[in-house]
């Protein structure tokens, strides 16, 4: 009895989610102005809806630690809920239009500060005599180019040495072969 | 109203406490025991959480440390190494570090692998700095995956290997196999990576190039930072924080889960920058060019046509995978020449396969049992 009402309850939050998830999209994707959601209208049936669900469980059978389960399952299935509903939303491309403008804001406020502050810091550094970001980085790039000269010279090294061996592996093998010719002869 | 429920729910609840006189009492007593016990666990539990974090032991695994160059090392993992061909494992490059797929001991992808018998070795990418901004993604497969084949062919003295390229480690080394056919590479399996990326969901639109513009982002920020890294990917399963808090919570008491959970938990919050041009190369030429699944790059002057892969191939989707969805895992299948591939999905999300409960049980054994008879 208690699990059938519970599952009512799931059945109203599912529904309630999916219809705002509509309105979300509805609201993300309209151009023209729209009267502003009315954010009260918006909560107020889920909550009613859970309240007197949940009232009803309780009073149906005497409470039981089972309760903390489907309290547990309601949580799970809401926030399953949300997370698919916003998922609807992040996957417009109005969604996308949004993000990709708001970082392009970022960059470009974030940008000129970031280059202002590493020229002022490296300018600092220098006064005080010691090496900047740029130059430790300088360094470490030249350790890398020389591990990778290093790199290139084991691999040459590398084959000539096969080379080698499969020279010094024919020059072995060809006395037999001729002594083998000789005797066939 | 709100008042007058709630005391109908304490005159319900005590009415249910003392009501039952047949024995149905003492059973309801002892479950609420323990449950209070359970709560009492929980706070115990979260005091000792917050008071001293524990540092979770990960990649207790043994191993040697065989090759370096920069940043990146290739280990070699102790085990009884009865499988010929040598198996070389090739993760995502930043994002995370690898130590995911040795976690703890019995939830451990290359304990798994080194237990059935597998000559193992690991490509650890690194962390890169600032000085690494000029690592591309055409260097990681011409410059390093190169040496790595033919240290594991050195070290292990085999003459073929096996590759398994795991998230983004698959269109990598998928890309390697492409652009060089004449490495001895007998089998490879693409665990979770995107290859076709006209189906990679969320961050196929995010990236797309009418809203992203990654030569100014690279530009403007040189590397790109760990944080950026890690609100990207936030943002991408945005209930999830809530989800693991409330797992949490739920299983506070419990002290098994309350070690793997800070293990995973260690791993899930250290994010790893990406080295600038390999970013803009990653997105500009896969994600918004689809470029490897469309045979139009070029890597050291060789072309990597997917076409060019031969071997035996064996590829895992995951059904609830938001980063690499299964369509665009599933492609490779149809792309290369192998005359032997084979493709499973299965359940649960891009991280299930590789950590959890269901990834020993699922994945891994179906992963070792394809290998096991072609190594």
């Known amino acids: ?185 | 109203m709100g008042q007058e429920r709630f005391a109908d729910i304490v005159e319900r609840f005590t009415q249910g406490y003392y009501g039952d006189r047949d024995g149905g009492g003492a059973e309801f007593t002892r479950q609420w025991q323990e449950e209070l016990d359970r709560q009492r666990r929980r706070f115990a539990n979260l005091a000792r959480m917050v008071t001293s974090p524990p540092e979770p032991k990960t990649g207790q695994t043994p191993r040697q440390e065989v090759y370096r160059k920069n940043k990146s090392r290739l280990y070699r993992y102790e085990s009884r190494r009865t499988h010929a061909i040598p198996l070389l494992f090739v993760p995502n490059l930043g994002i995370s570090r690898p130590y995911i797929f040795d976690l703890l001991p019995r939830s451990s992808f290359i304990e798994h692998m080194t237990n059935a018998g597998f000559d193992f070795y690991l490509l650890d990418w690194g962390v890169f700095g600032p000085e690494d901004n000029d690592l591309t993604v055409e260097d990681c497969v011409t410059r390093i995956l190169p040496r790595m084949a033919s240290k594991v062919l050195e070290t292990s003295g085999a003459s073929q290997l096996s590759m398994l390229g795991y998230c983004m480690g698959a269109p990598i080394s998928a890309a390697f196999l492409a652009a060089y056919p004449e490495v001895p590479v007998k089998n490879f399996v693409n665990m979770a990576g995107p290859i076709d990326f006209s189906k990679v969901g969320l961050f196929g639109l995010w990236l797309d190039k009418k809203y992203f513009d990654v030569h100014r982002f690279v530009d403007t920020l040189g590397t790109v930072p760990a944080d950026m890294v890690k609100a990207g990917f936030k943002l991408l399963r945005p209930t999830m924080d809530i989800s693991t808090g409330l797992n949490l919570w739920w299983n506070l008491w419990n002290d098994a889960y309350l070690e793997g959970f800070n293990a995973l938990n260690k791993w899930a919050n250290e994010y790893v920058a990406f080295p600038g041009e390999f970013f803009r190369q990653w997105v500009a030429d896969f994600y918004q060019d689809n470029k490897l699944f469309r045979g139009e790059l070029r890597f050291g002057g060789r072309p990597v046509r997917l076409g060019a892969i031969s071997c035996s191939l064996f590829v895992v989707g995951a059904q609830e995978d938001y980063i690499a969805p299964p369509e665009c895992v599933r492609a490779l299948m149809d792309v290369v020449s192998s005359r032997e591939k084979e493709y499973i999905e299965l359940p649960g999300g891009h991280i299930s396969l590789i950590a959890g409960r269901g990834a020993s049980t699922h994945c891994w054994p179906r992963v070792s049992g394809w290998l096991a008879p072609r190594s």
Do not use: C, H, Y
């Open chain 1, 1 to 185: 009895m208690a699990d059938s009402t519970t599952q009512q309850m799931f059945d109203l939050w599912k529904r309630q989610l999916d219809e705002s998830t509509q309105a979300w999209a509805r609201l993300m994707t309209e151009t023209s102005a729209s009267p502003p959601p009315d954010a009260g209208a918006f909560w107020r049936p889920i909550v009613d809806q859970g309240l007197q669900t949940w009232a009803r469980v309780a009073a149906q059978a005497p409470m039981t630690p089972d309760v903390m389960t489907q309290w547990k399952q309601l949580m799970d299935q809401a926030i399953e809920a949300w997370s698919r509903a916003l998922g609807q939303v992040m996957g417009t491309d109005a969604f996308a239009q949004v993000l990709g403008r708001t970082l392009d804001q970022f960059l470009v406020t974030g940008g000129p500060l970031k280059k202002a502050a590493d020229q002022s810091m490296e300018a600092a550094l220098q006064a005080l005599n010691l090496p900047s970001r740029g130059q430790v980085t300088d360094v470490a790039k030249q350790i890398i180019g020389l591990e990778e000269r290093v790199d290139g010279v084991e691999d040459a090294l590398g084959a000539i040495m096969r080379r080698l061996n499969d020279i010094s592996r024919t020059l072995a093998g060809q006395p037999e072969r001729a002594g083998a010719s000789e005797e066939s002869r």
